[in-house]
């Protein structure tokens, strides 16, 4: 299945206290259940501004269906083509 990474701009996030994360990622959860196994939450990093969501989905309708349905902004949305490490250098 497809990986994607989304950008949502969210003034003051890294601020949210660790209840209203937790509703958040209720809220997530509870659209994810409603949409299917085709798109699934892997992790997301909160950052001062932001937050970075990695999800697995079938298509990026369904990343942005999630986003619509749940009031969540997905400023970006980007299909991850590679990923890389520093195990990649090794030869």
């Known amino acids: 299945m497809p990986k994607f990474v989304i950008e949502r701009a969210i003034p003051n996030i890294g601020a949210t206290s660790a209840?209203?994360?937790?509703?958040i990622s209720q809220k997530s959860c509870g659209v994810l259940s409603e949409l299917g196994p085709?798109?699934?939450?892997v992790h997301s990093y909160v950052t001062g501004d932001k937050i970075y969501c990695v999800y697995n989905a079938a298509?990026?309708?369904l990343v942005r269906e999630h986003a619509r349905r749940g009031g969540f902004p997905a400023d970006s949305v980007a299909r991850?083509?590679?990923t890389i490490d520093p195990t990649t250098a090794e030869a």
């Open 59 to 61: 298509s990026e309708g």
């Open 38 to 41: 085709e798109v699934q939450w």
């Open 19 to 23: 209840a209203d994360l937790q509703a």
């Open 80 to 82: 991850v083509m590679a």
